[in-house]
């Protein structure tokens, strides 16, 4: 199968990348710059795309019958208006651009599996969130909102779309995990404003085979949770990586120490509670290989 990835060099890209070629997929990438690219990963196909300005190149989609669409600017930053602008453009027009190209071309690919998040959802204490939950009103989840509907255009064309509501993708060289290693083997990592809130997390190994399997699954399409069957609160999470590393994870982080950091809007963001389960992904036979909290650590940091 060719597969086009947009996003290719990330984080969850280039590793869904390298499960594809290992399957024996040939795998297309799309860059600002290709050339660069190239040094990087020059097992990939790349070519050359500014995805807020224009259309993905035909060469790109030629052949291809499988879209993933993993491109966006990262929102772990302070949501100031520029980049609440940038963020959305990175993702709506990227994504218009990209389902503008698909539906101009007489053989469309067979499937767009396009990234979301499970913020979609916004701050939902005390409710278990399944993909039929309703929807948010912040920044986030409006975001998500639009992102999976220019996505969703696809379907115009005869395409099979399933979106992935990612979660918190652990993984120790970024993500969420990666900024708290220091802290934590320091001994002065612990629960953030109390800890009470859940968080969606997932193994990066099992967010790839995710999106893999939604590339292969006929039957896989709308939205899906991205997240471990077994979400728990930070509370949880603070004392299970303290464990896994051997230290002591008690020192509270107040929320306004994250606010300083990274502002009000993205404290409040952070601390939401989210207790999402992937109902979907389970209903539709997809198998976790780290459905819980310590065995992924110990796998990720052992």
Not at 186 to 213: K, N, Q, S, T, Y
Not at 262 to 276: H, K
Request: hydrophobic fraction near 40%; include cysteine.
């Amino acid at each position: 199968m060719r597969v086009l990835i947009t996003g290719a060099s990330g984080m969850i890209g280039s590793r869904l990348a390298d499960a594809l070629l290992k399957r024996g997929d040939q795998v297309v990438g799309v860059s600002r710059n290709p050339d660069g690219a190239r040094e990087r990963k020059p097992e990939l196909e790349w070519h050359g795309w500014d995805s807020t300005d224009e259309r993905p190149p035909d060469a790109a989609l030629e052949g291809t019958e499988a879209v993933v669409n993993l491109i966006g600017e990262a929102v772990d930053q302070r949501f100031t208006d520029d980049a609440k602008q940038r963020i959305r453009e990175s993702r709506l027009r990227s994504t218009k651009n990209l389902v503008d190209a698909i539906k101009a071309r007489a053989e469309s690919p067979s499937v767009l599996v396009s990234g979301s998040a499970v913020g979609i959802y916004g701050d939902r204490p005390g409710e278990t969130l399944t993909e039929d939950s309703a929807t948010g009103d912040d920044f986030l989840a409006k975001l998500c909102v639009d992102w999976e509907a220019a996505a969703n255009e696809a379907e115009s064309a005869g395409v099979r779309v399933a979106t992935l509501r990612t979660g918190l993708v652990l993984d120790p060289s970024g993500g969420l995990l990666g900024p708290l290693l220091l802290p934590f083997k320091l001994g002065v990592g612990g629960p953030i404003a109390g800890g009470g809130f859940h968080m969606p997390w997932i193994h990066r190994d099992d967010e790839v085979a995710l999106l893999a399997w939604l590339i292969r699954e006929p039957a896989a399409s709308g939205a899906h949770n991205g997240s471990a069957p077994n979400p728990v609160t930070n509370k949880e999470f603070s004392k299970t990586l303290g464990k896994v590393l051997r230290r002591p994870a008690l020192a509270p982080i107040p929320k306004l120490a994250v606010a300083a950091l990274r502002g009000s809007e993205m404290a409040d963001n952070a601390t939401a509670d989210l207790n999402a389960i992937p109902k979907r992904a389970l209903d539709e036979g997809f198998d976790f290989r780290f459905p819980k909290l310590e065995p992924a650590l110990r796998d990720l940091l052992g």
